[in-house]
């Protein structure tokens, strides 16, 4: 019996089509079309895409998918490299990596005008309190004594008279 691969390249080569052909239609690409036509399954990178991609093929060819993919579930256990394939969530994930799919699922278009409302708010009370410690006090009480000089003498009739 012919494997998944030699059935396929049969049916493309019956309608006449080339590799490039068959790349472009289901959207892969040539190299990966070969391979399928080859047997080489274990350039992919996890079984569901090889029977995904053989599926996708034999429908354009118009083979049965069914009994192709039977077959492929049983060429793929043949080979060790597929079946030991890595997992598809991948390794262990950090800290970072969390944080950063954390940040990817927040909703900045709500989060940023509510951050930016609440800033304003708090530069606005800030602003007032500020300015509540500030409108009454003197500009002059900060000044070191003999450092201020009036631009204009005083009239006598401010002036306290000493006693003596």
Do not use: C
């Not at 077959?71 to 597929?82: G, P, S, V, W, Y």
Request: without cysteine; proline residues 9%.
């Amino acid at each position: 019996m012919p494997t998944v691969g030699e059935q396929l390249a049969s049916a493309r080569e019956a309608k006449e089509w080339s590799l490039e052909d068959v790349a472009r239609l289901t959207k892969l690409r040539s190299d990966q079309v070969l391979a399928l036509e080859e047997g080489r399954f274990h350039i992919f990178s996890a079984p569901v895409y090889v029977r995904g991609f053989v599926k996708s093929y034999a429908k354009l060819v118009h083979l049965d998918p069914v009994p192709l993919i039977e077959q492929l579930n049983t060429e793929i256990n043949k080979d060790k490299k597929l079946v030991q394939a890595e997992s598809l969530t991948g390794p262990e994930r950090g800290f970072v990596e969390w944080f950063a799919y954390a940040l990817s699922r927040v909703p900045w278009r709500i989060v940023l005008p509510l951050a930016a409302i609440v800033a304003l708010v708090g530069i606005f009370v800030w602003g007032m309190q500020w300015w509540e410690e500030v409108k009454d006090r003197d500009p002059l009480e900060e000044l070191p004594p003999g450092l201020y000089e009036p631009s204009q003498p005083m009239p006598a009739e401010f002036i306290r008279p000493t006693q003596e």
